[in-house]
């Protein structure tokens, strides 16, 4: 999951995921997190792990290298700061916009560059749109992008976790 939109969404999708014992990767922004320090302390109790997104969510490409830098540690910062908890070692580029020197550069921060197999489109589309992408494009290893909070993934997320059951996959979090 990433980015971190509405909380009331946010924390249903954290009581589905924990009614169906789900164990999931959050990629969240530093500004959500600090904005939402119960909902992330949520995050963090219930067994899930979190990976960087930056700190305001830009597009790295535009970026000067210091700043591309400080975005990255800032939202490292309010993890360990906040919650005492230091962020697994995986970065999701914001809108997945990167580059060899950008990953190069992360790599150096002791990151490693997460991106996703299949996008469900959560943001812009309708709810069976979500499910019919996350269920047909699955295949073993893969990782589905959706974002936390966003009322269509509310919805269909239920429905994902129980259809990619059926079909007898295991979800698990990117360190899994």
């Known amino acids: 999951f990433d980015d971190g939109f509405a909380p009331a969404e946010s924390q249903m999708m954290l009581d589905t995921l924990k009614e169906k014992q789900v164990k999931a990767t959050f990629f969240l922004k530093g500004n959500w997190m600090a904005e939402e320090p119960v909902l992330t302390q949520t995050i963090l109790a219930d067994g899930h792990e979190i990976g960087n997104h930056s700190y305001d969510h830009p ?4 970026l000067t290298p210091l700043r591309a830098r400080q975005e990255i540690q800032d939202q490292e910062n309010i993890l360990i700061r906040n919650h005492q908890y230091s962020p697994h070692p995986y970065f999701r580029f ?4 990167r580059n060899s020197k950008l ?7 002791g990151y490693t560059s997460i991106m996703w197999d299949v996008d469900t489109l959560d943001w812009e589309k309708d709810s069976d749109y979500v499910v019919n992408e996350a269920l047909t494009k699955a295949h073993n290893g893969a990782i589905i992008l959706m974002h936390l909070g966003k009322p269509t ?3 269909a997320l239920p429905l994902i976790i129980d259809g ?5 996959f295991q979800l698990v979090t990117i360190s899994s």
């Open 59 to 62: 597009q790295f490409t535009k």
């Open 94 to 97: 914001p809108y997945g916009d």
């Open 103 to 109: 990953i190069t550069m992360i790599h150096d921060m």
């Open 153 to 155: 993934t509310v919805k």
């Open 164 to 168: 990619l059951r059926a079909k007898g």
